[in-house]
């Protein structure tokens, strides 16, 4: 059985936010834009996604970087002070500690091009 949150599957979850959104932005509720309510959907998105890459198992490097990566887009475009160099920069490092500290617990699969 898949991960759940509140009850329900993450996706679900992230589908009645992205309705609510969608809601709130036609009746001008809270003064919410499009473009603001397309950069609240990222950052969600980044969310879910980071909840998702981290209990699934074995634990992938590139699913939490790509979940982190979508999260600081989102805020960079809110206005956080970072240029896409900091962000690279940021998105290296710490693909280069999850993998140190991942190392151990990972072994490749064995394919055609291992075994070659």
């Not at 509140?6 to 499009?34: E, K, W």
């Not at 960079?76 to 160099?85: D, M």
């Not at 693909?95 to 075994?115: C, D, F, M, Q």
Request: aromatic content about 6%; hydrophobic content about 55%; glycine content about 12%.
């Amino acid at each position: 059985m898949g991960f759940k949150l509140l009850g329900r599957d993450p996706s679900a979850i992230l589908y009645g936010v992205q309705a609510v959104l969608a809601a709130l932005v036609s009746f001008g509720v809270f003064g919410l834009t499009a473009d603001s309510a397309a950069w609240v959907l990222t950052i969600t998105s980044g969310v879910f996604a980071l909840i998702t890459a981290v209990v699934t198992r074995p634990v992938a490097v590139s699913l939490v970087t790509g979940a982190i990566k979508t999260m600081l887009t989102g805020a960079v475009a809110f206005g956080l002070p970072l240029t896409e160099a900091q962000m690279g920069a940021g998105i290296s490092a710490l693909t280069i500690v999850l993998g140190l500290l991942l190392y151990g617990n990972v072994s490749p699969k064995e394919t055609a091009i291992t075994r070659a």
